[in-house]
Each structure stands twice: as structure tokens, then as C-alpha cells.
């Protein structure tokens, strides 16, 4: 049992470290201190879903409908286009600094609605959760204990990832650091875009 859930855990964090749409708006919420329990927790618990969906043998979907790859691929790619312009427009406009009042400048509903369409509507999540978690828990004797493990990488990720960028809090009390961060959003955002229209 505790192999199967150290190999979960293990899998789980090695997959979620690379940045991401998902990862650069839980950094930026957590650098903005904006509804910092509730994106962690959304993070946390879309990926718990996917991966239970995955553990329990539902990976086979992308084959039983072999269109909803190619609608997953195109809708995640232009509504990556869509967000890196956002940002791209945002830092070369420039002129924000970290707002440590602790008034939210972003509802807490735009910023959910915002996380969910991150992280549901990117095929990679898809494969990284329901497929390749899924796929090798089947290798595990003990398939729950590994699915928990994955499961509690992502919400310890999640947390840290947010709770710890309050470390960068002094750096991005300069607006040129807000520009930067941006800016590498957007190129990250038209990256895994374009990687989503070139498979």
C-alpha cells in the first residue's frame, strides 16, 4: 500500500511541476494574495476528479469518442491565445505593483470561472490525470492508495505554490517585476498553445 501511494504521490508532483496555465495564474493569485484558499482549493479538487476519473478506468473516453481529443485541443488553444493576450496587453501597459492591502481587485467568481476554464478546458490535463495517471495505476496492486497518493501531491503543490509565493512578495512590489511576469505568462500561454495546434 504505501509503495503504491508513495508511487502516486511521486508520479502526481512530477507531472504538476512544470509550468503551466494553471501553475502561472495560482503564482499570480498568490503574488496578488486574491482568493488564495479557494484557487488552491479548485486546483486541488478539479485534479482530484480527473484522477479519480482516471484511477477508475474512465481513460478509455478519448478512444470510445475519438472527436473529443481534437474539440478538447482546439477549444483549450484558443482560449490559451485569448489569455496570453490578456497578459500581453497587461504588461506592456505596465504600471501594477503587488497590492499587500489584502482588497481583492478581482471578484472571487471571475477568478474561479477563470481557474476552471485553465484547467478543464486544457487537453493536457486530460493526459496527464485521466490517461497517464490513470494508465499506470493499473500497474499497482494497490490502485486506490496510488490514486490518493496523486491526489495529495496536487493539493500539497497547489498550496505551497500559492501560500509560497507570498516569499516574492518584496520583488513584485516593483512594476517593471509585474511586466516580467506577464510577459513570461503570455509566452507560456502561446507555447502550449501552439504545442496544442501542432500535435
Not at 501553475?23 to 476528479?49: K, M, P, Y
Not at 493576450?85 to 497590492?99: E, H, I, K, M
Not at 478581482?106 to 476552471?116: E, G, V
Given at each position: ?58 481513460g ?17 488553444a ?27 481587485t ?11 476554464a ?13 490517461v ?42 516593483r ?25
Open positions: 500500500m504505501l509503495t503504491s501511494f508513495l508511487s502516486g504521490f511521486t508520479l502526481s508532483l512530477t507531472l504538476i511541476l512544470a509550468i503551466g496555465a494553471q501553475n502561472a495564474f495560482v503564482l499570480r493569485q498568490g503574488l496578488r494574495r486574491e482568493h488564495l484558499f479557494w484557487v488552491c482549493l479548485t486546483c486541488g479538487t478539479s485534479d482530484a476528479i480527473l484522477i479519480a476519473a482516471g484511477v477508475a478506468g474512465f478509455a473516453l478519448a478512444q470510445a469518442l475519438p472527436w473529443f481529443e481534437t474539440a478538447m485541443r482546439y477549444g483549450g484558443a482560449f490559451l491565445i485569448w489569455y496570453g493576450w490578456r497578459n500581453a496587453l497587461s504588461a506592456r501597459q505596465g504600471g501594477q505593483v503587488l497590492d499587500t492591502s489584502g482588497t481583492a478581482t471578484s472571487l467568481r471571475r477568478a474561479i470561472l477563470t481557474l476552471l485553465l484547467t478543464w478546458l486544457n487537453p493536457h490535463v486530460y493526459l496527464d490525470t485521466v497517464l495517471i490513470g494508465s499506470i495505476s493499473a500497474q499497482y496492486p494497490d490502485r486506490l492508495a496510488f490514486g490518493i497518493g496523486a491526489t495529495l501531491a496536487s493539493f500539497v503543490f497547489f498550496f505551497s505554490l500559492g501560500y509560497g509565493a507570498r516569499v516574492l512578495s518584496p520583488l513584485f512590489a512594476p517593471t517585476s509585474w511586466q516580467v511576469l506577464d510577459a513570461v505568462i503570455a509566452l507560456t500561454m502561446w507555447g502550449i498553445a501552439a504545442k496544442l495546434l501542432l500535435m
